[in-house]
């Protein structure tokens, strides 16, 4: 039986990651899961504009998405529960910069992605950034040839509804495969 | 070792979904993973500018969210691999609308939003249209009180390397809970 749920967001989960920006001329890092997929080369975050990262994505017009894996959670979690206004994220991790030179990246994750500030849409409350990947770097450990290899990265999964970080399961399927059959028909 | 490799979009996994429009008067659903969470109440759609949908949404200005289990796997992948312009997929499923009145939604589907478009992102290829959600419809089975179980729901997962569907796997943490020792040290 459906129920109406009122206004729900229910496109969970999401990939949980660091963000990085250059904020007042350090590095600085907010947890997000609330990020999207525009095409094959772009992605948005959404960030409630209170945060002390906005400013720096502003300034640089660039900003990083570092990838963690699972056993990263608790640091993970660490940077959305502390801010830069009152921590020094910078010391966290070993930082290190790419072509953009002003989005810093985290060394210890597995995947970096540089991105440059290609458009903000201007919620009532949030910015959302969306950006061109410049760059993407992998640890050579979690890559199948080109392929990440997704059961080896086991990234941090997010769900709102129970604040609740989860894994990757099963993969049981392959897209533009499963749907042959029906389409014989 | 890191390893450059180009613009590689790796912020994967992304939960599939069936976007559902009305195109030339007929539901029409085709199968999308490239989401996003703009807020709590608004998402985006990347959507390719060829797709036969992408004409409906703009007309209608509304679409909706239709939100598979795993088991629907089948279903959901025929909807990405054959489009609207020569097969009629209104016939699929049992439709049906909510206040929008020009959103089709899948009566099967255990979670629907029925969204209202507020803006479009012209990208050189893709259509990224953003919209706030109007209402949203969950089975009761899925339910935990108010909150979506994310493992009775077991919702598709989609990866682009291996063009992989995944299942969600275990809840290992928290969120703002986990980094809490952190902040304590």
Chains 1, 2 share one sequence.
């Not at 459906?2 to 969970?12: A, E, F, P």
């Not at 660490?78 to 921590?87: A, L, Q």
Request: net charge neutral.
């Amino acid at each position: 039986m459906k129920r109406k749920m009122g206004v729900k967001n229910c496109l969970y989960p999401m990939p949980t990651v660091l963000v990085g920006a250059l904020v007042n001329g350090k590095p600085n890092y907010i947890t997000i899961a609330h990020v999207g997929i525009m095409d094959l080369a772009s992605v948005s975050l959404g960030v409630a504009k209170f945060h002390y990262t906005n400013a720096g994505i502003r300034e640089n017009g660039t900003f990083s998405i570092n990838i963690p894996t699972t056993d990263m959670f608790r640091i993970t979690d660490y940077c959305g529960i502390v801010s830069g206004k009152k921590v020094d994220k910078s010391v966290l991790f070993e930082n290190f910069y790419g072509e953009l030179r002003t989005a810093p990246m985290i060394k210890s994750f597995p995947i970096n992605m540089e991105c440059r500030l290609i458009q903000t849409v201007d919620f009532p409350k949030h910015d959302i950034f969306i950006g061109e990947i410049v760059e993407t770097y992998c640890d050579t450990a979690y890559l199948d040839g080109d392929n990440v290899d997704i059961a080896k990265l086991s990234p941090i999964l997010f769900t709102m509804d129970d604040r609740g970080y989860w894994s990757v399961g099963e993969r049981f399927a392959t897209a533009w495969e499963a749907g042959k059959e029906l389409k014989a028909k």
